[in-house]
Structure formats: C-alpha cells, structure tokens
C-alpha cells in the first residue's frame, strides 16, 4: 500500500490532455489486439471455409480452382459470382451417406447428451449436499480428469471394452456371460465414450446451480407431506434447470462434430459427420467437399451455439 | 434430512467417481505390465518405459509438444486476459455483440471445423504448414478458455480497491499493475495450465495445421493407437498423466498457500 500512498499525486495530473489521451489509446489496444486476432483467426478463416465450399476440386496444390479472387480486380471478382457453383451442396444431398451421417450425429449427441445428465445429476447433486469442508475436494476430483488427455482417457476405453478385453474377462470369470460381448465399434462404444469424456462438462454446471439452492424449500415441501420424489420433481429440477441447460449445451454441441471418439471406439461401421469430413480432407483429398460438410455442420450447429451464448451472457449479467 | 437420501448421495459420489477414475487407473496399471498384451497381466515389468526413451520418434514429438504447449499458451494468456477485461470493463463499444460471440463460440466449435477453417486460411494467405502455425492454431483457440477463465475472476473482482488507488493519483495501466494484476493473477496462471494442457493434448487441429517435422504428441500417439494398443503408449501416457496431475497439485498446494497468506493478512490488517 506503501507504494501507491508514494505515487499519490494532485488529481489534476490524471485530467491533463496527454493523460486522458494515453488512458483513451490503452483502452482502445486492450480492445483492439483480442478483437483483431479473432477476426483474423477465426472469423475470416469461415469465410474462407465458405468460399472454398463453392469451389471445384482440382489436381493441384492447393487442391481446389480459385474463386472470387481479388487478382483479377473488382470487376473479376464480380464476374466470378457467375463461376460459382453450388456443386458441392447438391453432392450431398445427393449423396445419402452424408445425409445419414448429419443424422446420425444428431441422433448420437442427443442419445448422449441424455445419458451424461442422467450419470451426471445425480454426482451434483451429491456433490452439492455433502459437507460443506469436502465439497472442494469432490470439485478437484470432477474436474482432475478434464485435465488429463481426452485422446488418452477415450484410449484407455479400447483396452476395457475389446472383445478379449478387462470387461469381458470380468464379466466371463464372474459367469454372467458365456461369449463375449461385442462392444468394441459399435454405438455403444461410442455413448459410453461420449458420456465418459464429457461428464465434467455436466457435472460443473449442475453442481454450481445445486450448490446455491435453497433446500430448506425442500423440507417445508415434505414437512407438508410431500413425498421426496415429488419434491424432487417440484422444487430441485426446476430450479437446476439453468445447469441443465448449459450442461446439455456443453455436452451436446461438441458430441455432434466428435471425431476421436467414433473413429477410436466407433470403428469403420459407424457413422458420424466429424468422421466424414475428417476422411474427405485427409483420405480422399477433397477440400471443397470438406468444406461443404463443415458449412452445413456449423449452419446445423448455429441454434444451439446461440443459445449457449445468450445462457454465457446471461451468466455474466447476473455475475455483475 | 433423512438417512435413506445421504446413503443415495454418498453411493452415487462413490459409483460415479469410479466410472471417471477406473478407465485412467486400469491404463497405468497396464503400463508397467510385463506382458506385451495389454490386457493381459504378466508381472510388474517397467520395459515398456526404457523402450519409451529408446523411441526417437516419439521424443521428437513431445519436444514439439512441450515447445508449442508454453509458447502457445503464454501468448493465449495475455490474449485472453486482454480478452477479459474488454468483456467486462468495456460494456459499450461498437461490435461487442460480435466480439463475445467470437470468444464464446470457439468453446464449443466442433475441433473438425476449427482445424479445417484455420488450415484453409494458411493455405489461402501461404504460411507453410509447421511447427509456427499449430503454434497460431493453439493460441487462437486456447485464448477463449483463458478469457472465460479470466472474466469469471474479474467479475467477483471489487472495482473500489481500483477507483481508491486512482483517487489517489495512480494512473490506469499502473493501477492495473499493482492492483488488478495481482488480485486476478490466480486466474491467469489456471488459465495458462488449461491453456496449456489444451494444447498438450488437441489432435484434430494440430493434425489439420500441423506439416512435416511438426508431428505433436496426440498425433504421434493417434497413429500408433490406429495400428494396436501397445504398453508402450500406455507408459507414455502414464507419463503425461503424471506431468498433469503433478502441474495441478502443485498449482493447487500454491492456491491454498496464497488465499491462507491473504487470510492472515486480512486478520492483521483488522487488528492494526
């Protein structure tokens, strides 16, 4: 405190001209540095994706025929509004894998992203109502994972679910089944993948609206003579829901466009849009279709974001 | 309060930490198995970790990693705490709707688009693939969970410990400096861990930006997993579990040590 009772100058000096105007040009860096990276690195880079998605293959490198290019002047690139060609989207509509695929996704997520709330819930909640002094811990516990490999724990599940692997050996030594089960590239892999990795996804946020809950609601509840599953479904669900809601956002949002998890566990056999796209860029060397599949994917995908900001949003109002 | 519900609570603590620590223990369990099976036991053997240092490839790869991982994320640090202050001290400008919208959404972009449209924009402005840009890569989309990290700091942050020492005559950037700073520094440093471990351990979008001689880790790991699961990989990843977990405990221990120090403080700046 020392230092700033040191520095402490007559107010005047922070007023003077040169002042207001070094306090105006650092602000406007603090916003004009983040702003501009992301504009450059992530905005720009999607309409880059767009107009690639309009292109054609080609046997080159890059792989894909220019369009809309500047070199030929303003007047060249109004004229190659007539070049493009919306081949690509029509492909895949033509092509019913893709279609599948989009679908398959959707489903899967969703299939997921119900199977994680209804693990998740009840570990938040436990969480939420265990003594306050281990209450930290049991937070430490839920997120540690998160900070281990995603690529290593989706891994570790290839060695437990493998037709020769620790799952069946246990489930043949106890006798409960005879032949191995087939888990292993199949959905199944791939829910219990999803539902793994993401779990800390759910749990957060669940835990956080849990946590500030007022659960002497609760007990006048049942001091009236309602039973604690009604009481449940009355009071505790509705007002977790905005943890539910983020949760379901978190887990369902990047479930959709997965890719290490259907091609790790998943198998050739199944189906998912992250997958495609992935094998059209790197195996069959398609740019422009890559790009389209990623086009329609964040078109899919745009719902959902922005009801994740506007909750972002919403969360940050109430911060303040 | 009855005893039926704790039971419940306490059972389903226990089940659901199992599923989530299970999978991690049973991997290095098998990491130091004798046995070239991986899901075979076959004694204690700790070969698999001497083979680990012999693999050349794969020592190139975590050099590459480690480089990518602390530059990366030193830059996402600054960006993304330069990012937090704008979301919350700079409520009105113009094209702050777009700007949260680009911070928030990367958090939940699928990794497939990101790596796409940022491999698409290198090529389109003629940066070679390497080592530099997986480093771009990285920052881009690490810097959106530094800002998140930040912000959530700097919303609880109380601004009147600020206006004092302006009132006193500290001028802005000293004031964030010798105030802000030090109140929000616990953040930014979880925020460059998470950060970095987000770039130790991303495949898809280093695969898409990554070019010859800037083979990460993950992809190193990736495609050895494609051709068999080997004990060779579960000790190296045994190892990058250990690096994780020993980075948070340490950062944690420092947390605790830090808010007892503040505490102490705060009860001596009460009695004198």
């Known amino acids: 405190m020392t230092d700033i009772a040191a520095t402490a100058a ?6 003077t001209l040169p002042a207001r105007l070094a306090k105006g040009f650092v602000s406007r860096l603090v916003i004009i540095i983040p702003y501009l990276w992301l504009l450059f690195f992530f905005l720009i880079p999607f309409i880059i994706v767009f107009k690639i998605s309009l292109s054609q293959t080609a046997i080159s490198m890059p792989p894909y025929t220019p369009v ?63 003594p306050a002094t281990i209450r930290p811990t049991l937070l430490m516990l839920v997120i540690l994972p998160f900070w281990t490999s995603f690529l290593i724990r989706v891994y570790a599940w290839i060695g437990i679910l493998k037709p020769e692997g620790l799952l069946n050996q246990l489930l043949m030594s106890l006798h409960i089944i005879s032949q191995p089960l087939v888990i292993l590239n199949t959905y199944t892999a791939i829910f219990i993948g999803i539902v793994y990795s993401y779990l800390p996804f759910m749990v957060l946020p669940l835990y956080s609206s849990l946590e500030k809950m007022d659960y002497s609601l609760v007990e006048a509840a049942e001091d009236l003579g309602c039973p604690p599953i009604g009481a449940f479904w009355k009071i505790t669900f509705p007002l977790s829901l905005p943890g539910v809601v983020a949760g379901c956002l978190l ?27 992935w094998n059209e860029f790197f195996s069959n060397r398609d740019w422009p279709v890559s790009s389209a599949v990623a086009v329609i994917l964040l078109l899919v995908l745009t719902i959902p974001i922005m009801f994740f900001q506007q909750a972002q949003a919403k969360a940050q109002e109430q911060g303040r | 309060m009855n005893s039926t519900w704790s039971r419940f609570n306490i059972t389903s603590i226990v089940l659901g930490f199992a599923f989530l620590y299970l999978p991690i223990v049973l991997l290095i369990v098998f990491s130091f198995n004798e046995s070239k099976l991986v899901t075979v036991w076959g004694g204690f053997s700790t070969k698999w970790y001497v083979s680990l240092f012999h693999n050349q490839g794969l020592m190139d790869a975590t050099w590459v990693t480690a480089r990518v991982g602390v530059i990366s994320a030193t830059v996402a640090t600054v960006l993304g705490t330069l990012a937090a202050i704008t979301l919350t001290r700079y409520t009105r400008f113009r094209g702050r709707v777009l700007f949260s919208g680009m911070v928030f ?69 000293k004031t964030f400096f010798q105030i802000t700073l030090p109140v929000i520094l616990p953040a930014i440093i979880s925020g460059w861990m998470l950060a ?50 020993i980075g948070v405990i340490i950062a944690s221990i420092a947390n605790k040590r830090r808010e007892i120090q503040r505490q102490l403080d705060e009860q001596a700046a009460q009695r004198g």
């Open chain 1, 10 to 15: 007559p107010l005047t000096e922070t007023t």
């Open chain 1, 251 to 277: 887990v369902f949002i990047p479930a959709v466009g997965e890719f290490v998890i259907p091609d790790l566990l998943g198998g050739s056999q199944t189906l998912m849009i992250g997958k495609t796209l």
């Open chain 2, 105 to 173: 959404a990367p958090l939940v972009m699928p990794e497939v688009i990101t790596g796409l449209s940022l491999l698409l924009l290198f090529v389109a402005v003629g940066l070679d693939r390497g080592f530099f840009t997986v480093t771009l890569a990285h920052i881009t989309f690490t810097m959106c969970f530094v800002a998140v990290v930040v912000q959530s700091r700097l919303v609880s942050f109380d601004r009147s410990l600020e206006e004092a020492a302006m009132d006193l005559g500290a001028p802005p950037v």
């Open chain 1, 68 to 130: 809309l290019d500047f070199s030929d002047g303003i007047s060249g690139f109004f004229a190659g509004f007539r070049e493009l060609n919306f081949d690509n989207y029509t492909w895949l509509t033509q092509d019913a894998l893709y279609f599948n695929a989009y679908v398959t996704s959707l489903i899967i997520a969703a299939i997921s992203t119900i199977l994680t709330l209804i693990v998740g819930y009840p570990i938040a909640y436990g969480m939420a109502r265990a």
């Open chain 2, 196 to 245: 970095f471990t987000l770039s130790l351990d991303d495949l898809v979008i280093a695969s898409f930006t990554s070019g010859p001689g800037a083979t990460t880790l993950p992809m190193k790991i990736y495609s050895q997993v494609r051709l068999g699961v080997t004990p060779e990989i579960n000790a190296a990843c045994t190892i990058l579990i250990a690096v994780v977990a």
